[in-house]
């Protein structure tokens, strides 16, 4: 019960991480993470906050990636719900400085980054379940069998894309953070001797039976 208890408090540290990392990146003004340009787009049009949005975009790739068979684990639905609030808690805290001078920018769009990569891969490692978008990511490796770092690229760039559409901003941040989530990710598995493909998550039915196996001890 304790391993578990220490598992979903990874998750969670994992997750925070994640939502401190989309705030620093914002933060440096050197425009925003791809995925959060198109929350951001959502967020101009339909007039909710960036944390809504993502809970939004969050459940549109859940149910898409049913379709491809991902399996959707506690994680999953922890993830898309709790980033969210993560988000908005972070920015109205406002603990964060902003970017005003390009050293400064550049300092903290490489700890943005780094603090969200390393988020990305730390929840990912405990096997409760993909995010909806690294679900995506890992449903789309192993059925076309490319590297981690190229599909996350990939679907990094189609986000980009319609958010832009949307009128999300762009920047030259944007650009670089799409190219370099995914192999900062990679270089995360690596280092710890993991394979993202090879991570054997848990869907929410086994997910379940332990909980109540738990609890009739």
Not at 39 to 53: D, E, K, S
Not at 73 to 79: E, K, L, M, S, V
Not at 91 to 108: A, E, R, T
Request: charged letters at 15%; proline letters at 2%; hydrophobic letters at 50%.
């Amino acid at each position: 019960m304790k391993k578990e208890i220490i598992r979903y408090l990874k998750l969670i540290l994992g997750l925070f991480l994640c939502a401190l990392g989309v705030v620093i990146i914002l933060k440096s003004n050197l425009g925003l993470s791809p995925w959060d340009v198109l929350n951001q787009g959502l967020n101009r049009t339909l007039g909710i906050t960036l944390g809504q949005a993502n809970i939004l975009v969050g459940a549109i790739v859940v149910i898409f990636s049913l379709f491809l068979k991902q399996p959707i684990g506690i994680g999953t639905i922890i993830n898309f719900l709790l980033v969210g609030i993560f988000i908005d808690i972070i920015m109205s805290l406002n603990l964060i400085p902003d970017g005003d001078i390009i050293v400064k920018q550049i300092l903290i769009f490489i700890i943005g980054i780094i603090v969200f990569s390393y988020g990305c891969y730390f929840y990912m490692a405990t096997g409760l379940g993909c995010g909806p978008r690294d679900g995506l990511m890992v449903v789309l490796t192993k059925r076309t069998n490319h590297q981690l770092w190229k599909i996350k690229t990939v679907i990094e760039l189609c986000a980009l894309a319609l958010g832009y559409f949307l009128g999300g901003t762009v920047g030259v941040g944007t650009v670089a953070s799409s190219l370099l989530v995914g192999p900062l990710m990679q270089f995360f598995f690596k280092i710890n001797k993991q394979d993202a493909k090879e991570i054997e998550h848990r869907d929410l039915l086994t997910e379940f039976r332990l909980i109540k196996k738990a609890i009739m001890k």
